[in-house]
Structures are given as structure tokens and as C-alpha cells.
């Protein structure tokens, strides 16, 4: 039985995660002329808040699992991170209020009805003329392909996970005032505790054209 919540974080050392953001990330951060509020939605251990608030931004993680918390406030002891899901935190957040989103795989993890409602309520929150940083899963994926091609979704161990092509991410981010200034995808291995494994995902940098909502 796969472990969930807590348990699928509190019987592995800091060490068998990643140490580093992924290179496209620090290059993103790097680029911008910049400090800033920085949101990282879907925060996990807290790797790309950790970086960002080293370089100086205010960064306010958030992440709905305990244990991802947990980890993350062991890596970074400065960051403001808070155990909560999405929806109800950005309840109390005011418009224009973050400089930068980051989104690393989180929109995976959405209904395409949540989806909608997701980005809207990100545009709102983010500054005219700010970015959001996306990771997202592409349908290029290797499990995509094999187990879901035609419905581009799936549920591994209960959690829904949905792919995207360029085309459908595109739409998604235009309908919300989000415009593209960069996409590239990406194919990655890595390692876990079932062996070695391939992802491939679209990684992608908006910028925010809404003045006022």
C-alpha cells in the first residue's frame, strides 16, 4: 500500500530530495530585474521558495499536506509557509498583491471546472506586468500517452493528475489575461523509490496583461 499525506514524507532524509531547483527556474528568477512578493503555490519541501527568498523576494509558500510543510520548514526557517489548500488561502489575498506565481505541477492536480476558476482567481492576485512560472505535465508524457492518450487523465494511487497539451495550456492562460513569453518542454529523469522514472512537462513563463479587475 503506497503511503499518503505525512507518511509519504516523514521516513525520508533531506537528502534523497532534490537540493536544487531546477535550472529553468534559477534561470527565470535570475532574469528578473526585480524583487518582489513571490507566491509558490504547491510549495512541496520548499526548494524554489527557499531559492527565491536567498535572492531576496518575500516569498510566501503554500502547500495543502503537512509533511511537505513539515520538511520544508526544516530546509528554510525564513520562508513564510503555510499548511493550506489553494482555494482557501487566495479567499483572503488581496488583487494585484504578488509580483510572482510559481506553479510547479499544482494545475496537474485540478479539474479542468477548478482549472478555470484556478488561474482566474491567480490573475487577480498578480501584478500587472508580473510572471507567472509554470511547470506543468505535457501530454508528450510517456504514462500519458500509455494510459490516458485520449482522455488526458488519470489517477495514480487517488490522485487525480491531468496532462496538457501546448495547444490546451495556451487557451487556458489566454482566457485569464496570461500572456506566453516563453515555453519550452522538457524531458527529465530522476530516481525514486521505485526506481529510475521519465517526465515530460511544458515549462512556461506569463506575464500579466490585465491592468485592473
Known sequence: MSKKGLLKFTDQPLSSHKTRPEPEFISFLSSLN????LL???CGVGLEASYAQELGFEVTGIDKEYGCIK???EINKKVNLKQ???FS???NIQKNEFSVIVDSKFSNKLTMNKLKRYYKKVSKVLKFD???YLQILSTDDAYCKKHCPQRKWTK???LYIRYFSKKELQKLLRLTGLKIESFKTI???YNNNQGSKEETYHVVVARQTVKKW
Open 40 to 42: 509558490d503555490i504547491g
Open 89 to 91: 488561502f487566495i479567499k
Open 84 to 86: 493550506v489548500d489553494f
Open 34 to 37: 526585480t524583487r518582489g512578493k
Open 130 to 132: 508580473g510572471h507567472m
Open 71 to 73: 520538511k520544508a520548514k
Open 187 to 189: 524531458k527529465q529523469k
Open 156 to 158: 495514480v494511487d487517488e
